[in-house]
């Protein structure tokens, strides 16, 4: 991926998206629906245009998806019901061992390892959990040292207080048990995928989450258009005092006040702001004498047009050069 892809704001919101995914699993269906959301919007915008490729492209993916979904949960729900009916019979005939689980807890994924010694849980360790230390950890602790030596998972009630973690916990421990069982029906390889893609667990505290993750990326996305291109990094330092605007004999353009506008449009990414507005400049190169950071917009421009050639827009960025040769100009002048 280029700097030229990753300047289009809407792409690197994509990208944060499905990063988010991969690693937020509380709230992947959550970020897994706002990307699909953001792709159908794009998709209703490109078939008004005549592009019609995407929205067939998300259509076929849609379809499929569900009838994996509805296909999931089938399979999920027999396996459900068998487990919780036969598991309890079944023990004895699970090789003695360790065997992992995973199910979903409180505030994440709960992974366990699970000792069976002839045919009763001989120990359970949680090997990976998120839950609260004051009320999580204390259930786990709880019901792990109930669980030894019991055969029967029926027989052991949640914690009070701790219902999400208890049933987490416990579900992590019949999945471990289950997939030891020889023989024993299970869900298939794409259920499993369409389940991971789908977890979700929105509590209070997975939102609040959400919200400060979302600010910190827009922090992060007012920085990094113009970290990526050559040059305009500069307009980083712009604190909007507005002395290049005094300086400037031209000082608003299409209500916009010039040139700290056209400085603030490198810095997010907005090159077509750039090119509309840096036909009004004259060259002097007052600005950058006035900036008390030492911004200069001729030079921001000429970084732009450097960025605009070396991505195929030449008569845009002939026409920087152009501007950038005036103002080297009139400062050996001056």
């Avoid at 699970?114 to 090997?127: C, F, L, M, S």
Wanted: glycine content about 10%.
């Amino acid at each position: 991926m280029n700097a030229r892809t990753l300047n289009n704001r809407w792409v690197r919101f994509a990208v944060v998206l499905v990063v988010t995914a991969a690693i937020f699993v509380t709230a992947r269906v959550v970020v897994v629906g706002g990307l699909f959301v953001g792709l159908a919007v794009w998709a209703f915008f490109r078939w008004r245009a005549g592009k019609r490729g995407l929205a067939y492209t998300l259509g076929v993916a849609a379809v499929i998806f569900t009838g994996l979904f509805g296909f999931a949960q089938y399979e999920a729900f027999k396996v459900r019901g068998f487990t919780q009916q036969n598991l309890a019979e079944l023990m004895p005939l699970i090789p003695n061992g360790t065997y992992e689980g995973e199910a979903a807890g409180r505030r994440g994924p709960i992974v366990v390892e699970v000792a069976v010694k002839d045919g009763v849980i001989d120990r359970v360790e949680v090997v990976e959990e998120q839950e609260t230390v004051s009320v999580g950890g204390n259930a786990i602790d709880d019901l792990t040292a109930r669980l030894e030596g019991v055969a029967d998972l029926s027989t052991v009630d949640a914690v009070t207080g701790a219902t999400y973690t208890s049933f987490g916990l416990l579900n992590a421990v019949k999945d471990a048990l289950w997939a030891a069982v020889p023989g024993a029906p299970t869900v298939s390889g794409p259920s499993r995928l369409v389940f991971r893609v789908l977890a979700f667990n929105l509590s209070g505290i997975t939102l609040k989450t959400l919200a400060i993750l979302f600010i910190a990326v827009l922090l992060l996305d007012y920085s990094i258009a113009s970290a990526l291109v050559e040059g305009t990094g500069q307009s980083l330092n712009c604190y909007d005092c507005q002395t290049c605007v005094g300086a400037c004999p031209v000082k608003t353009v299409e209500g916009y006040l010039f040139p700290m506008d056209m400085v603030l449009g490198a810095r997010l990414g907005d090159h077509e702001k750039v090119m509309r507005l840096a036909k009004y400049c004259v060259g002097c190169a007052k600005c950058a004498a006035k900036c008390p950071v030492g911004i200069s917009a001729p030079s921001v421009v000429s970084a732009t047009a450097t960025f605009l050639r070396k991505y195929g827009y030449e008569e845009e960025a002939e026409f920087f050069e152009e501007r950038e040769e005036l103002a080297e100009e009139t400062a050996e002048k001056v």
